[in-house]
Each structure stands twice: as C-alpha cells, then as structure tokens.
C-alpha cells in the first residue's frame, strides 16, 4: 500500500499529477504492484537510483522517480524540463538497471497509456521498446481491470503500438533530455 502523504513527502511535493493520485488509488484498492502490467508497480523512492547516475543537486532536483519499470530494476521518474508546464505535463524517462536512458513518454497519461499494452518495457543502452511474445506471454492477473479503469476514467483502450508512443515522445524531448542530462552524465 502506498500512503499518498508519504508518497507526496517523498518527493517534496504537496500536490502531484491526478493522474498518478487516481493511478495510486487503483493500485492501492483495486489491483496490487505488478499485478496489472508487468514489472510496473508506482512505489516511494529514496533516489538511490538516480544516485549511481550523479550525486549533482540540481539533476537530482529535477528528476522524481515515481515507479518500478520492470522487475529487474529499471524505473521511470518525471523529469521537469524547465518548461515550467505543470508535473502532469512532464516528460516520463526511464533509467535502465544495466545502462541506457530514455525518454518513454510525453507526459504520465501517456505512460499509463503505455501501461495498458502489458507487458514491462525493455531498456537497453541504446534503446527502449515494449516486446510481447505470443508464445509465452502471460498477460497480467488485473491488466482487465486497468482496461476498464483507463477507458472509464480516459476513454483510452488498450495500445496495440506502444513504440510508437515512444518515438513520439523521443522526437519532441530526446535531444534536449539528451543535452539536459549530458551535464551530469556521459552516456558514450
């Protein structure tokens, strides 16, 4: 269970994106961490992550990791872009628990968008896709019950081409992402 006020005081916040309240309420009463796509599951970070990337204040200021990505430890954060646009409006970026970062969505209703395919993203130094093998692809316990709440609550169905939702995104922030996070870490 995540207690929203711990979740909000976590990551120096006393409102964060409706989505993510209404996603935490879901899986906080309805489903359960992984239990409605793979690997996913929004959970209270200390940073520690972000921490083996760059101890830099500002680049640790600017990023709010928010959930587990898959189940071998890659996570998504918010990263505020300076734009100044509100949370919700924030590109969503994965860090990758074996190297590569990314760029996965423009803003975090994209993400639970993304979220409806079922499966955990894939993250690999020079890229990032969702893959679902018809052969062995076990959809989740409660991935029915996201569909329902995502076409309730957004009127989205189920994504058939997560990649593209990233392309796009990736073309609208990838290169200033790119510059942004080359301050502070040097991905060649």
Known sequence: ?????????????SEIPV??????????????????SQGFGVFIDDKSGL???????????????FAQANG???????WNDGTNKPLGQMPIVV????????VVAENILKLLHLLTYGTEIW???????????????????????YLKWMKGDYNLHQIEAPNELIKTAQEK????????????????
């Open 95 to 102: 860090f990758g628990d074996e190297g590569g970062v990314h």
């Open 123 to 145: 993250v690999e130094f020079d890229q990032t896709y969702f893959y679902k093998d018809d052969n062995s692809y076990e959809e989740p316990e409660d991935l029915g019950k």
């Open 72 to 78: 071998t430890g890659s996570f998504y954060a918010i």
């Open 19 to 36: 989505e993510l309240e209404k996603l935490i309420y879901f899986q906080n009463n309805i489903s359960s961490l992984e239990n409605y």
């Open 173 to 188: 922030h990838k290169e200033t992402f790119d510059q942004w996070f080359g301050q502070y870490f040097n991905l060649e």
């Open 51 to 65: 921490l083996s990337w760059s101890e830099d204040e500002d680049f640790l200021n600017r990023l709010l990791p």
């Open 1 to 13: 269970m995540i207690n929203i006020i711990d979740f909000k005081e976590n990551l120096g916040l």
